[in-house]
Structures are given as structure tokens and as C-alpha cells.
């Protein structure tokens, strides 16, 4: 074990006499989609790893259809989360002043677009110099296939048990999106989980944007946000290390593989000449649900799973119907927008009598409206939403402010208040709670660049829960603070370190968790990558701590790429289990949090054809426990210390 630990910590001193190579936080330099995937998610706790990957896959289509910086609205800028609203203003701003970009270096003129946004940026813009963009509908047709296949190399309980698991191991999916320029866009998905009999997830949807008065309209799956969320939100990933930065980005369709997060029907938003817009949105899909004996809701399912005989009697047994809108109005740096929406279900919500589900939904029909409001200018950036539920009377509010002193000082404060009663099925936002409810709290975020490659990033977040939450008897409160700074070593080495420190009660009681983490990162050359991780969580008197070393490999001639990951861990218990970020597939996110005592592994390899229209990637996994004869539990249980997973996908672009 000894030697394990030497080769984890040694393995990252590479090609210390480099000397011209860029950081990876340089200006100049660009980044790859893998290295930007690690360094947007590289946050300790994920509350929805489901709904960051349906982002992530977002981001994914824009980087493959990258805008032209000198022709990019508004609108198009708004769908890069890392681009506040003051930034997109500066660009416009810089462009109107000194004509086109002929390079994306230029970005360093702008007065607020920070190295670490530059790079981001250049995975999703390029500087073209056309004078007009192309107005043909449906413009040059493209389409992209993908095929994934998860093969378990074990067995579960739930497949070797009569009344187990309907289906085979095998975990299976594709996706096909056709593209015609900027104006149409349609695609298509099915999905099998591991232990389902059946193809049983599967959507679509056609978009036309930018064709007339519409500026974007979808037909079959999408997803809605408005203002800052209360209402409707869903097309703005939500995260305490970069809190909002600017509003919901209104319709989008439904590009990835969730299940559960979406609608189903058609939308539509109309440009009113200038400063007005018109949304109106049409779904009826049905849901899973858990039913009391009287045949009433008790709790809407969100995982998915149809393996069980028990899993598929709750398959889609309730009816949802939901009809919205919006209008928005924009001018001077200002705008001014109303959302709501009415929704009804085919049964009754009854959530039960326990103390925690007192505040959830109860009844059939349920109703949201809020206005949302802002102010942008130069440096300074004001915003918020307040919204009214029917389904208690309750109310709910939420305001930002963020000031950009330069382009290496960012200050932003981020206000909410939720009461117990107020509640909205599609409702996301900026909390502590999985959905805005039962809380009020102050973020308070600093993002500084003090030295010329140093970067930190500091937040302090105090809430408060009037109503018991689960495991709780009374009213609870917390705070979380988070320190974090990334220097530049030289050309070639970058070091990461974080402290969080996390006072949230539980079962009536304070849980203080404390976790660091210690990262450096190694560019050998234009080649070689590596990655050297340790991290370490405390709970009250338990400790966990993780090491891990990552290494890829580029192969550019031969179109490979080679990654790989080798990890150990030991937690005294559950409590302090550590979170890792894992290799993953193209377009894709994967993470997992570990306990107990053992080591990992994962080696994964992808070619990509010099045409770019061919992508292979294979992926195998290992996990050994070292204080264990079996994982997991019922019928998810492993009857062994390993695990060996392997996964396979395959891409066509034409």
C-alpha cells in the first residue's frame, strides 16, 4: 500500500523544465470539452446529478454548433451559464465600438471577460468575419446518431430472484438529432435502464427558431424557464461556487435522456417588434406515482425505473396537464416580465400525515404566477422574481445583485425567501432544499484574481427551515462556507485547493462536515495530462479521505485518446463519504461517492476519425472493497467485492 501511495503522489512531477507552455488558466489558450466538463463540475456535492448532466448536454450541442462572437444576440450569449449579463453587454459593446473580431484574442480588450471566461468561451464562439448570416430555411441539413451500451460484468440480486428484475443487465440507448442551420433543429431518443424489459423511455421534438415574428418554436418535448425560476425553471443549472448570473433562458427543447424533467406538447415564444416577447406553452404527459389505498397520489415518482412488478404498477398511473405563459419586455438596460402557469392532475395529491409532509400539495388543480424584474448597467447587475402558489397561498422571492469592480473583482449577493406553503412542481432555483420551499437564506460570493494566475473563489451561505424538514422535529438552520484558489505554478503545473466547511442539523442535531481537497495538475505536454487528487471529509468524530491519479493521453495523428483513473479511499463510515469526478463518455458527466474501505480503476479509450463524422469510445470500470464480501442492498446487491463494468458507444456525424 505503501508503494501505491508514492506512485499517487510522484506521478504528477513531469516535464518540470518546461518553460513557454500556457497554464490551464491562460489567456490565449484554448480548452477542451474534458477539461472544461471537470472544472464546471468539479463542485463536492451535486444535489441533482441527473439534471446536471441533462445541462451538460445542452452545453454539449452548443460546443458543436459554436455562435459567431461578431453576429451572436443576446439571446444567444444568454445560453452560456458562465457569461453574465454585464459581460454579454460588454461584448455587444466592444463590437459596436471597434467593428468586427477578427481573432477571439481580442477578448483581452474587454474590460470585464476574466481569463477563466475567455477560455470557457472558446469552446462555445469563434470570431467570423461574414458580413450576413445565413438566412436559408432550412439551410444545410446534418445529422448526428449516437448509440451507448452499458454492460454490467456482474450479477444483482434482482436478476437472479423469481420476483427481481423484469428485464436483462444491459443498460442501452440512442439519440439522433437532425439540424438545419440556425433556423430547425428536431431530434429523438429511446432509453433502456438496467433490469427493464422494454424501450421504455422515449420522446422527441421539432424547433423552429428565428423564422418570422417566432423566435422559437417547439413541438413535442421541451423545457421552460423564465425570470430567476420560482415559477419555471429549468434551462439554468443552479450552483453555490457560480450562482446565477443572469435569467432563465425561456424555451428549449428536450435534447437529453431525463425521464421525468420536461414537458410534453407544444410552445411557442413571438417577438412583439423590439422590447416585447410573447410565450405560450401547452403539456400533457403522464407521470409516475406512488398511490395510497384509496387510489391518490402520495408521492410523484422521479427515477424512472420500471423493473419491478411493483416499479411498473406505478408506470404513468397519473395524468398531468399543464397550460402557461409568459411576457417579457426589455429596454434602457431594464426588463420586466410575468410567468405563470395552471396545472391538473387525473388524481388527488395526498402526501400523508407525517409532520415533514404537512406542507407538501394537496388537492387536483394547482396554480404559479410571478414577476420577474432587473437592471443591467456596465458593471453593476440587478435581478429578481416573487411568486405566488395556490396550492397553500404561498409566497416566494428571490433577488440578486452583483458588482463587477474590474475584470478581476466580482462581488454577488443572492437573497431568497420561500415559505412553507408555497409550491411549484416546475419551480428551480438557488436553495439549499432539492425545490424552492420551506426556506430563507444570503449567499454572499466573491470572485477574485488578486495575482496573475491566481484565481479564488469564496462563499459564505447562511439559511434557515421554519418548517421540520425530514429527520427533523422542529425548525432547523445552517451555513456553509467554501474557500478555493487555483495558481498557475509555471507553464505546465496548476495547483487546486479548497476548504468547505458545511453546519447543516439533522435528526435534531448540528452536522458540522468538513471537506478539503488538494489538486494538481500537470499539462506534460500537448499530449500528456495528468492529475493528482486528494481529498478528505470529517463528521462529528468520523473521517474519510480519497486519493486518486488521472492520466490521458493524446494520440492526434491516429485520432486516440486514451484516459484513465486510478483510486484508493477509506471512510470510517457512510457519514464521511467522499465525492469523485470519474472519466467519462463524450457528452457526458460521471461521478460517484464512495465509502468504506477499497480501490478503483477506470481506463477508457476514444477515436475519433480525421473527418470528425466517426466516434468510438470504450470504457471499463473496476471497484475492489477491501472490508466487504458484498455491496449495495435488496435487490441491487452485489454478492461480491468487485465490480467490473464495461460501456461501449458509438457517434455519426454527416
Keep these: 500500500m505503501r508503494r501505491l501511495f508514492i ?29 472544461f466538463v471537470e472544472e464546471y463540475t468539479s463542485d463536492e456535492e ?19 454548433h459554436p455562435l459567431n462572437i461578431n453576429t451572436a444576440t443576446v439571446e444567444d450569449f444568454l445560453r452560456l451559464p458562465f457569461l453574465s449579463e454585464a459581460q454579454i453587454e460588454q461584448i455587444h459593446a466592444y463590437i459596436y465600438l471597434h467593428g468586427q473580431m477578427q481573432t477571439m484574442a481580442e477578448l483581452r480588450l474587454v474590460p470585464l471577460i476574466d481569463d477563466v471566461t475567455r477560455r470557457r468561451l472558446s469552446l462555445f464562439a469563434y470570431a467570423g468575419t461574414e458580413q ?118 425561456g424555451l428549449r427543447p428536450m435534447t437529453g435522456m431525463d425521464e421525468v424533467n420536461f414537458l410534453r406538447g407544444a410552445a411557442v415564444t413571438l417577438a412583439l417588434g423590439r422590447r416585447f416577447t410573447l410565450s405560450a406553452f401547452g403539456s400533457y404527459r403522464k407521470r409516475d406515482a406512488t398511490l395510497t389505498d384509496a387510489g391518490e397520489v402520495q408521492t410523484l415518482r422521479t427515477d424512472g425505473y420500471h423493473r419491478t412488478a411493483s416499479e411498473w404498477d406505478r408506470k404513468r398511473n397519473v395524468g398531468s396537464t399543464v397550460l402557461g405563459g409568459n411576457i417579457g419586455w426589455q429596454g434602457g438596460g431594464f426588463h420586466l416580465g410575468a410567468t405563470g402557469y395552471w396545472q391538473q392532475f387525473s388524481r388527488t395529491f395526498n402526501p400523508g400525515s407525517q409532520q415533514y409532509r404537512a406542507i ?62 408555497y409550491y411549484s412542481f416546475y419551480g428551480h432555483t438557488l436553495s439549499e ?42 425548525s432547523s438552520t445552517g451555513q456553509e462556507f467554501m474557500l478555493q484558489g487555483v495558481y498557475a505554478l509555471s507553464g505546465r503545473h496548476s495547483l487546486l485547493a479548497r476548504y468547505q466547511l458545511k453546519r447543516k442539523e439533522n435528526a435534531d442535531r448540528m452536522e458540522p462536515h468538513h471537506r478539503a481537497k488538494l ?17 478528505f471529509h470529517h463528521v462529528l468524530g468520523s473521517n474519510g479521505f480519497l486519493l486518486s491519479q488521472n492520466a490521458r493521453f493524446i494520440v492526434k495523428k491516429a485520432g486516440l485518446t486514451f484516459s484513465g483513473q486510478l483510486g484508493y479511499f477509506h471512510t470510517d463510515d457512510y457519514a464521511s463519504r467522499i465525492y469523485i469526478l470519474h472519466p467519462a463518455l463524450y457528452s457526458s458527466i460521471s461521478s460517484a461517492t464512495y465509502s468504506g474501505h477499497g480501490m478503483l480503476g477506470i481506463a477508457m479509450c476514444r477515436w475519433q476519425s480525421r473527418s470528425g463524422r466517426w466516434m468510438l469510445e470504450g470504457r471499463y470500470s473496476l471497484l475492489r472493497y477491501f472490508d466487504r464480501d458484498e455491496q449495495g442492498s435488496g435487490l441491487q446487491a452485489i454478492l461480491s467485492p468487485w465490480r467490473n463494468d464495461l460501456s461501449v458507444q458509438l457517434r455519426l456525424k454527416i
Design 519 to 535: 489538486q494538481w495538475t500537470c499539462e506534460a505536454s500537448g499530449r500528456w495530462r495528468l492529475q493528482t487528487t486528494g481529498a
Design 7 to 35: 506512485l499517487l503522489l510522484l506521478l504528477p512531477l513531469c516535464a518540470a523544465q518546461a518553460q513557454n507552455s500556457s497554464p490551464l488558466g491562460e489567456a490565449g489558450k484554448g480548452a477542451s470539452w474534458d477539461d
Design 360 to 421: 407538501y400539495p394537496r388537492g387536483r388543480s394547482f396554480g404559479v404566477a410571478g414577476l420577474n424584474y432587473g437592471y443591467t448597467r456596465y458593471r453593476l447587475s440587478l435581478s429578481g422574481e416573487t411568486a405566488y402558489s395556490s396550492a397553500g397561498g404561498g409566497l416566494a422571492t428571490v433577488n440578486r445583485a452583483s458588482w463587477t469592480a474590474s475584470r478581476r473583482y466580482t462581488l454577488s449577493v443572492v437573497q431568497r425567501f420561500f415559505s412553507y406553503d
Design 132 to 249: 450576413k448570416q445565413d438566412r436559408r430555411f432550412p439551410g444545410r441539413l446534418r445529422h448526428d446518431l449516437s448509440t451507448r451500451l452499458d454492460v454490467p460484468l456482474y450479477y444483482r440480486v434482482g436478476q437472479q430472484r423469481a420476483d427481481g428484475y423484469r428485464g436483462d443487465a444491459l443498460y442501452h440507448r440512442m439519440r439522433y438529432t437532425l439540424t438545419g442551420g440556425r433556423h430547425l433543429q428536431a431530434g429523438l431518443r429511446v432509453e433502456k435502464d438496467a433490469g427493464e424489459r422494454f424501450y421504455d423511455s422515449y420522446g422527441g421534438y421539432v424547433m423552429l427558431q428565428d423564422v418570422g415574428p417566432v423566435q422559437r418554436a417547439v413541438a413535442g418535448d421541451f423545457r421552460v424557464g423564465f425570470g430567476e425560476g420560482l415559477v419555471m425553471g429549468s434551462s439554468v443549472w443552479q450552483s453555490k461556487t457560480a450562482p446565477p448570473l443572469k435569467v432563465q433562458g
Design 46 to 64: 451535486r444535489a441533482d446529478e441527473e439534471d446536471l448532466q441533462l445541462h451538460l448536454q445542452d452545453l454539449k450541442e452548443l460546443s458543436e
Design 433 to 474: 432544499n432539492s425545490v424552492p420551499q420551506n426556506e430563507s437564506g444570503v449567499l454572499v460570493h466573491l470572485q477574485a484574481e488578486p495575482l496573475a494566475g491566481l484565481s479564488l473563489t469564496a462563499y459564505a451561505d447562511f439559511f434557515h427551515h421554519p418548517w421540520p424538514r425530514y429527520r427533523m422535529t422542529r
